[in-house]
């Protein structure tokens, strides 16, 4: 595959990627600090390229139900947005679960609550694993830490939503999404033809030829009976997801004594601090989920037999921590430090951080 | 080598510009490079900056938060940013503004008189590469041959003829500089 250097934003990485992984409609309403994706998918007219649909809605509402309609028809359709708006789409969410709709949604997080601020944050962890919307699903969620990783990310995204009919949310955040970095993007992937989409997604409504019944698409079960089955299956297909899609990356992890655990940028800021750990002698290293749901939990429990204690570090009040402490089944000491409300922790502060929580206490 | 650079001064200066065309010069140098600008209420009429970090290595964190270099363009940045110079760092201010010059003595320090020299000039839209063209006099972190091919990069092509005009700049800033202060 031929390789072209570009540098890019990381919201402009996920808008290239968007077009280059051959999707077929983007529907989002703008909002700081990722609007850098619609404004990019605009300049680039990828209608005149690919074909692809680029659509500002009225509302964040209305672009996760123009994604539940797409999905609906077997197309690769995606939106994105930042916390608040992200909310809005909470009922689209889980109706696209229920469904069992292919999906990709882009969080670029910002602070929270409310309106809360424009600055990076890592505090929807919760809403992003734990089900944001009402009853028992769960998104298959990626955490990049690089401009590279929003971009392929995109195209890890088509892949695991198509092969399990699940949303799959990007989980991303205001430093990742509005860093430049180095970006060697691939060769354009063409969009699926109907006689693709046929094959790939034989349950899609693409019309009904006269050999087979019709294909609905709907959340709704009145059956209680029927409806837990429907819930079975849905959570034998997480079972999976946690057998065979976790990812997660280590970073001196061989000798270490201490752990931080991090994702995203906060995993980038892990990383300068294990520099000035190690500069001082401490043998410290870094597991980084890459997956967030599936979270790497065998291998933290694999780690917390090694280590002395480990350090949850993240742009929230502690929420991955709560995971972590499952994990380790208190094999060893695990804290929390974060920041949050906006505010983004310097590698000094996240190295004092393990020395006093967890090192010297 | 790597070096981590904060740009800092008012919106319109072209602080998040300068930034881009030093890391573009320095990708296109077969560097490992970023560029992490504050965005947001501050930016939107007062005081903008951006974190450059060029390396030979992959960069860990793009958010940094000490400095091997500060490049300061107004009193309040360099209020922020002083103390944030890592110890035989360098900083480089332009004096315009400045009623409170830079104090520390453990950092060198230079300044480059570029909102003055660029308004003699007629050259205001420059005034940014004025100032990098005297970072670059200090720290050679990519060579000008780079500095040119960033500049194609991250220009729009319809920007392309003021290329030789930016260029012309940059020789300016190097001659402008003077130093202040060694550690």
Same mark, same amino acid.
């Given at each position: 595959?031929?390789?072209?250097?570009?540098?890019?934003?990381?919201?402009?990485?996920?808008?290239?990627?968007?077009?280059?992984?051959?999707?077929?409609?983007?529907?989002?309403?703008?909002?700081?600090?990722?609007?850098?994706?619609?404004?990019?998918?605009?300049?680039?007219?990828?209608?005149?390229?690919?074909?692809?649909?680029?659509?500002?809605?009225?509302?964040?509402?209305?672009?996760?139900?123009?994604?539940?309609?797409?999905?609906?028809?077997?197309?690769?359709?995606?939106?994105?947005?930042?916390?608040?708006?992200?909310?809005?789409?909470?009922?689209?969410?889980?109706?696209?679960?229920?469904?069992?709709?292919?999906?990709?949604?882009?969080?670029?997080?910002?602070?929270?609550?409310?309106?809360?601020?424009?600055?990076?944050?890592?505090?929807?962890?919760?809403?992003?694993?734990?089900?944001?919307?009402?009853?028992?699903?769960?998104?298959?969620?990626?955490?990049?830490?690089?401009?590279?990783?929003?971009?392929?990310?995109?195209?890890?995204?088509?892949?695991?939503?198509?092969?399990?009919?699940?949303?799959?949310?990007?989980?991303?955040?205001?430093?990742?999404?509005?860093?430049?970095?180095?970006?060697?993007?691939?060769?354009?992937?063409?969009?699926?033809?109907?006689?693709?989409?046929?094959?790939?997604?034989?349950?899609?409504?693409?019309?009904?030829?006269?050999?087979?019944?019709?294909?609905?698409?709907?959340?709704? +079960?009145?059956?209680?009976?029927?409806?837990?089955?429907?819930?079975?299956?849905?959570?034998?297909?997480? /079972? +999976?997801?946690?057998?065979?899609?976790? /990812?997660?990356?280590?970073?001196n992890? +061989?000798?270490a004594e201490y752990l931080f655990?991090?994702?995203?940028?906060?995993?980038?800021?892990?990383?300068?601090a294990i520099?000035?750990g190690r500069?001082?002698?401490l043998k410290v290293g870094l597991? /980084?989920?890459?997956?967030?749901?599936?979270?790497?939990?065998?291998?933290?429990?694999?780690?917390?037999?090694?280590?002395?204690?480990?350090?949850?570090?993240?742009?929230?009040?502690?929420?991955?921590?709560?995971?972590?402490?499952?994990?380790?089944?208190? /094999?060893?000491?695990?804290?929390?430090?974060?920041?949050?409300?906006?505010?983004?922790?310097?590698?000094?502060?996240?190295?004092?951080?393990m020395?006093?929580?967890?090192?010297?206490? | 080598?790597?070096?981590?650079?904060?740009?800092?001064? &008012?919106?319109?200066?072209?602080?998040?510009?300068?930034?881009?065309?030093?890391?573009?010069?320095?990708?296109?140098?077969?560097?490992?490079?970023?560029?992490?600008?504050?965005?947001?209420?501050?930016?939107?009429?007062?005081?903008?900056?951006?974190?450059?970090?060029?390396?030979?290595?992959?960069?860990?964190?793009?958010?940094?938060?000490? &400095?091997?270099?500060?490049?300061?363009?107004?009193?309040?940045?360099?209020?922020?940013?002083?103390?944030?110079?890592?110890?035989?760092?360098?900083?480089?201010?332009?004096?315009?503004?400045?009623?409170?010059?830079?104090?520390?003595?453990?950092?060198?320090?230079?300044?480059?008189?570029?909102?003055?020299?660029?308004?003699?000039?007629?050259?205001?839209?420059? &005034?940014?590469?004025?100032?990098?063209?005297?970072?670059?006099?200090?720290?050679?972190?990519?060579?000008?041959?780079?500095?040119?091919?960033?500049?194609?990069?991250?220009?729009?092509?319809?920007?392309?003829?003021?290329?030789?005009?930016?260029?012309?700049?940059?020789?300016?800033?190097?001659?402008?500089?003077?130093?202040?202060?060694?550690?």
């Amino acid at each position: 595959m031929a390789k072209e250097l570009k540098l890019m934003k990381g919201n402009e990485a996920i808008a290239e990627a968007a077009i280059r992984s051959g999707c077929d409609g983007y529907f989002g309403y703008p909002i700081t600090p990722q609007s850098e994706v619609m404004e990019y998918l605009m300049l680039e007219k990828p209608w005149e390229k690919t074909g692809m649909v680029v659509l500002q809605a009225e509302s964040e509402t209305s672009s996760i139900n123009m994604v539940y309609g797409g999905a609906g028809a077997g197309k690769k359709v995606m939106t994105s947005s930042s916390s608040p708006g992200i909310s809005l789409m909470q009922e689209g969410l889980t109706y696209l679960a229920g469904a069992e709709l292919p999906c990709l949604v882009v969080n670029v997080v910002r602070g929270g609550p409310g309106l809360g601020t424009i600055q990076p944050s890592q505090a929807d962890y919760f809403q992003a694993t734990k089900g944001g919307g009402h009853g028992d699903y769960q998104l298959y969620v990626l955490a990049p830490a690089s401009v590279q990783e929003m971009y392929d990310f995109v195209f890890d995204a088509w892949d695991i939503a198509f092969k399990y009919r699940n949303p799959v949310m990007i989980l991303s955040d205001g430093a990742i999404g509005q860093v430049m970095e180095k970006l060697y993007v691939g060769d354009y992937v063409p969009r699926w033809t109907d006689e693709q989409i046929r094959k790939i997604a034989p349950w899609a409504t693409f019309g009904k030829p006269t050999t087979r019944d019709h294909n609905i698409i709907t959340s709704l +079960e009145l059956d209680s009976a029927k409806q837990e089955l429907h819930n079975l299956k849905l959570q034998a297909k997480y /079972r +999976e997801m946690e057998k065979n899609d976790v /990812r997660y990356e280590e970073i001196n992890c +061989e000798d270490a004594e201490y752990l931080f655990v991090a994702y995203g940028s906060s995993a980038r800021i892990a990383q300068k601090a294990i520099q000035l750990g190690r500069e001082k002698g401490l043998k410290v290293g870094l597991l /980084r989920p890459i997956t967030l749901f599936p979270f790497p939990t065998k291998r933290l429990a694999e780690l917390s037999k090694k280590v002395k204690g480990m350090l949850s570090v993240e742009m929230s009040a502690g929420q991955m921590v709560m995971d972590v402490r499952l994990a380790t089944e208190n /094999r060893c000491k695990v804290e929390h430090y974060g920041r949050f409300g906006g505010m983004i922790p310097t590698p000094h502060e996240v190295l004092e951080a393990m020395e006093t929580k967890i090192i010297n206490a | 080598m790597t070096e981590e650079i904060i740009i800092a001064g &008012f919106g319109g200066q072209g602080v998040l510009s300068m930034g881009k065309i030093l890391a573009y010069s320095g990708a296109m140098q077969d560097k490992e490079v970023s560029w992490m600008p504050s965005y947001g209420p501050e930016m939107r009429g007062g005081t903008a900056n951006v974190s450059v970090i060029i390396s030979d290595e992959r960069i860990s964190s793009p958010i940094i938060s000490q &400095f091997d270099t500060a490049i300061i363009l107004n009193q309040q940045s360099l209020d922020k940013f002083e103390n944030s110079v890592k110890a035989g760092g360098t900083l480089l201010y332009d004096p315009n503004g400045i009623t409170k010059p830079p104090t520390r003595k453990d950092i060198n320090i230079y300044k480059v008189a570029a909102t003055e020299k660029s308004a003699e000039l007629g050259m205001s839209k420059v &005034f940014n590469m004025i100032v990098l063209g005297a970072f670059l006099k200090v720290k050679p972190v990519v060579t000008e041959e780079f500095i040119e091919k960033g500049l194609f990069k991250s220009l729009p092509e319809r920007h392309h003829k003021l290329i030789p005009e930016n260029l012309k700049a940059v020789q300016t800033g190097k001659e402008l500089v003077e130093t202040v202060n060694k550690s």
